[in-house]
């Protein structure tokens, strides 16, 4: 599966953004599907996931702020963000697994950058 994020952009804090990460190649429906986030001269970092079934999984920094959905209609996955910060600012990607356990991701899309002003 190959995949392409979009979506990011430049916010105020406070502000909301979605980004989507479309799918082709195959059916999103057969894969896990996660958000991560890497900010300037930091680590990548797990946001949060969300599995086959539709159940969701977050990082406890934005928890009740980010909320990730799929719609396998459409072969894409969401990530809704509110509440924005400044340290939200970030190269948001996709990835996809297929085993849940996992901690490995097998496909990744290219990022997209979300900036978050003060």
């Known amino acids: 599966v190959q995949l392409q994020a979009c979506g990011g952009g430049l916010v105020q804090a406070g502000g909301s953004l979605r980004l989507s990460c479309a799918a082709s190649g195959r059916a999103i429906r057969d894969y896990h599907m996660a958000w991560f986030r890497q900010a300037p001269g930091k680590e990548r970092e797990f946001v949060g996931r969300i599995s086959r079934s539709a159940s969701t999984l977050y990082v406890e920094s934005v928890k009740g702020r980010f909320t990730i959905s799929r719609d396998n209609t459409k072969n894409t996955v969401y990530l809704q963000m509110n509440s924005l910060k400044p340290e939200d600012t970030a190269i948001y990607y996709c990835?996809?697994?297929?085993?849940?356990?996992?901690?490995?991701?097998?496909?990744w899309g290219q990022g997209t950058l979300v900036t978050v002003s003060s």
């Open positions: 990835a996809a697994k297929t085993v849940l356990s996992s901690q490995q991701y097998l496909q």
